[in-house]
């Protein structure tokens, strides 16, 4: 069972008027990295993803209502804004996990060995 998420990668308020309620200061533009977390192991993946949408009356906005205007600084800040190094991080059952077979493969050793009996 793996969970993903994305995590803000940056947040860009727009000047561009908002092609729902044509106000001036209500557009966003966030940057998404996913992110993969499971009981294992969390990865920070190189895939992101970004939305915008209007803080002014709440609505997404999608690429087919961009003007030109918005559509050059959506180009601008997907240039710009770079996803973070990806990552890898056992969580405690990854690490139990791959410790496992070396306590069983320790064990088994000193039984064998008569180190251990019982
Ligand atoms: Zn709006």
């Known amino acids: 069972m793996s969970k993903e998420s994305n995590i803000l990668l940056k947040e860009i308020a727009l000047q561009n008027?908002?092609?729902e309620c044509y106000s001036q200061d209500g557009l966003?533009?966030?940057f998404f990295q996913k992110h993969?977390?499971?009981a294992f192991f969390k990865r920070l993946t190189?895939?992101?993803s970004n939305v915008m949408d209007c803080q002014k009356c709440g609505s997404?906005?999608?690429p087919v209502q961009w003007t030109e205007d918005i559509e050059r600084v959506h180009n601008y800040y997907t240039k710009l804004v770079k996803a973070k190094k990806t990552s890898f991080k056992?969580?405690?059952w990854g690490y139990l996990l791959l410790a496992l077979p070396i306590l069983l493969a320790a064990g088994i050793y000193l039984f064998a060995t008569g180190t251990?009996?019982?």
């Open 36 to 38: 993969i977390q499971n």
């Open 28 to 30: 966003r533009l966030r």
């Open 90 to 92: 056992l969580t405690k």
């Open 17 to 19: 008027n908002c092609p």
């Open 116 to 118: 251990l009996s019982f």
């Open 46 to 48: 190189t895939e992101t």
């Open 60 to 62: 997404t906005i999608y």
